[in-house]
T-cell receptor
Framework: GENVEQHPSTLSVQEGDSAVIKCTYSDSASNYFPWYKQELGKGPQLIIDIRSNVGEKKDQRIAVTLNKTAKHFSLHITETQPEDSAVYFC???????????FGTGTRLKVLA | KAGVTQTPRYLIKTRGQQVTLSCSPISGHRSVSWYQQTPGQGLQFLFEYFSETQRNKGNFPGRFSGRQFSNSRSEMNVSTLELGDSALYLCASLNHGQVGETQYFGPGTRLLVL
């Protein structure tokens, strides 16, 4: 069935360093890939997304890359700050299915 | 605009009971999705509603059901609760539910089954 694998499950980085989280999806028809940040006691919040017709997208310190052939997509956070500490989820969706398949999450800790 | 609201925020039930959770989407949004979040499984899709019609459902037993009202508010019901149903239940609101639309999540309802 449809599946999204996410790695690593936990990631600790020093403030100012970069963080990379990787996801692999199984459904080749998937065409939309959002990333969410979830802070304690809150619901996930969209931070960046990418469609299948784009290879890379950047928004200030955050970037996402997509490799359709390998069915991989990655989140890159540069110049990490303590407020980036949270759980990050990747997801994949396919037009017409009205659902999102989520990865299992990455707990990012930025050490000051 | 007000965000997605979910009630109640916390709930404690015992095995065998049933529970109803409520979600009010962002004003004007007509698509509501429900997810179950657990530490081991992450976020798992339960079902999606648009204009009172269920358009898709996940792989959950029939004890999990939902509905949507004409004002787009949605409820989900879990009957005959099991210990494994303890989780954070999240609802998400979208305009039409089309791919590429931003999905806005509520804060969730934390259900504990004893």
């Amino acid at each position: 069935g449809e599946n999204v694998e996410q790695h690593p499950s936990t990631l600790s980085v020093q403030e100012g360093d970069s963080a990379v989280i990787k996801c692999t999806y199984s459904d080749s028809a998937s065409n939309y890939f959002p990333w969410y940040k979830q802070e304690l006691g809150k619901g996930p919040q969209l931070i960046i997304d990418i469609r299948s017709n784009v290879g890379e997208k950047k928004d200030q310190r955050i970037a996402v890359t997509l490799n359709k052939t390998a069915k991989h997509f990655s989140l890159h956070i540069t110049e990490t700050q303590p407020e980036d500490s949270a759980v990050y989820f990747c997801a994949a969706s396919t037009s017409g299915t009205y659902k999102y398949i989520f990865g299992t999450g990455t707990r990012l800790k930025v050490l000051a | 605009k007000a965000g997605v609201t979910q009630t109640p925020r916390y709930l404690i039930k015992t095995r065998g009971q049933q529970v109803t959770l409520s979600c009010s989407p962002i004003s004007g949004h007509r698509s509501v999705s429900w997810y179950q979040q657990t530490p081991g499984q992450g976020l798992q899709f339960l079902f999606e509603y648009f204009s009172e019609t269920q358009r898709n459902k996940g792989n959950f037993p029939g004890r999990f059901s939902g509905r949507q009202f004409s004002n787009s508010r949605s409820e989900m019901n879990v009957s005959t609760l099991e210990l494994g149903d303890s989780a954070l239940y999240l609802c998400a609101s979208l305009n039409h539910g089309q791919v590429g639309e931003t999905q806005y999540f509520g804060p969730g309802t934390r259900l504990l089954v004893l």
